[in-house]
């Protein structure tokens, strides 16, 4: 079964510093989501891709937080600098059309900054 | 997007239906009710998703009132591997909200 693949899966990292995740969507699914969990909380958005282009990133910390998916497959999540409250799961997520409809979720990259 | 309140945590006896309720009393017409559920450790798993009929798939039933102001998820015969924070969410035009959801625990 295709499966979203999240690297790394677990990333301690000191504040100040630079830190990148990586997702590779469903092949074929053309929606593609970055949520940020914090422990004890559901997901939230922080932005959603629709092939290469930027359809919502409202909650995306734009002063610290970049994401891009040039070539409308996989995509990165960096963030410089890191913060102490930047600690959460990060969630890769992708859809076969920008429908909210179901939604696959990757494992997820544990973030942990000192 | 129209809110959801759901009870912190429930416990079920492993092999018993374990019913979640969801309250959406600002749900509006086109709006859909959609039910994920988030293992340990794991990314959220999709479960099912209705707007007014009730749903069943192999997974779970979704029973939605007939004014659409709550709903219950049902797990007809409950697993100790359905141990899992239940998120509803009601969902239109814009992005899925996950609230803090309900979290289950299916004793044996």
């Known amino acids: 079964e295709a499966e979203v693949a999240q690297s790394p899966r677990y990333k301690i990292t000191e504040k100040s510093q630079a830190v990148a995740f990586w997702c590779d969507p469903i092949?074929?699914?053309?929606?593609l989501y970055w949520y940020r969990q914090i422990l004890g909380q559901g997901p939230e958005l922080l932005v959603q891709?629709?092939?290469?282009?930027?359809?919502?990133d409202s909650q995306l910390p734009k002063d610290r937080f970049s994401a891009e998916r040039l070539k409308g497959v996989d995509s990165t999540l960096k963030i410089q600098p890191a913060e102490l409250g930047d600690s959460a799961m990060y969630l890769c997520?992708?859809?076969?059309?920008?429908?909210?409809?179901?939604?696959?979720f990757g494992p997820g990259t544990r973030l942990t900054v000192l | 997007d129209a809110k959801t309140t759901q009870p912190p945590s429930m416990d079920c006896a492993e092999g018993r239906a374990a019913n979640l309720p969801c309250n959406h009393s600002?749900?509006?017409?086109?709006?859909?009710v959609y039910w994920y559920r988030q293992i340990h450790s794991q990314g959220p798993q999709y479960i099912i998703h209705?707007?007014?009929n009730n749903e069943t798939n192999e997974m779970a039933s979704l029973i939605i009132t007939e004014d659409r102001k709550s709903s219950t998820l049902i797990l007809p015969h409950a697993t100790l591997r359905d141990t899992a924070v239940y998120y509803c969410?009601?969902?239109?035009?814009?992005?899925?909200?996950f609230g803090q959801g309900t979290r289950l625990t299916i004793n044996p």
């Open positions: 997520a992708s859809s076969f059309i920008r429908s909210y409809n179901e939604q696959f």
């Open positions: 092949s074929g699914h053309a929606t």
């Open positions: 891709f629709q092939d290469e282009s930027v359809v919502d």
């Open positions: 600002t749900i509006s017409g086109n709006e859909y």
């Open positions: 209705g707007l007014k």
């Open positions: 969410i009601v969902q239109g035009a814009q992005k899925l909200v």
